[in-house]
Nanobody, 119 residues
């Protein structure tokens, strides 16, 4: 099992920045990739960004050039960060952290954090 706790959401004006954090605990040595997803009001959940343990990244087209994903890992910690710059109203959503384990058979979700961008 892996537990994920997100933090860093909030209200920001358009053009501003926020940094989301996702702290993993439990069987962190089995984590292959961590991703950030978002679910705007009335819409389905979508991938925002993903980073693998060996630092390969993938971004949704809508956030390329504005968002960055990174991670920090030690023997006992594994944390993912989503730096969001030049925020737009359409970035408003609940943002969820996701961890995928090696083998791809198991993934885990955080509880979500609200990001609201006012125009």
């Amino acid at each position: 099992q892996v537990q994920l706790v997100e933090s860093g959401g909030g209200l920001v004006q358009a053009g501003g920045s926020l940094r989301l954090s996702c702290a993993a605990s439990g069987r962190i040595f089995q984590i292959y990739a961590m991703g950030w997803y978002r679910q705007p009001p009335g819409s389905e959940r979508e991938l925002v960004a993903l980073i693998t343990r060996d630092d390969n990244t993938n971004f949704a087209d809508s956030v390329k050039g504005r968002f960055a994903i990174s991670k920090e890992s030690t023997e006992n910690t594994y944390t993912s960060y989503l730096q969001m710059n030049s925020l737009k109203a359409e970035d408003t959503a609940v943002y969820y952290c996701n961890a995928v384990l090696y083998g791809g058979l198991n993934d885990f979700w955080g509880q979500g954090t609200q990001v609201t961008v006012s125009s």
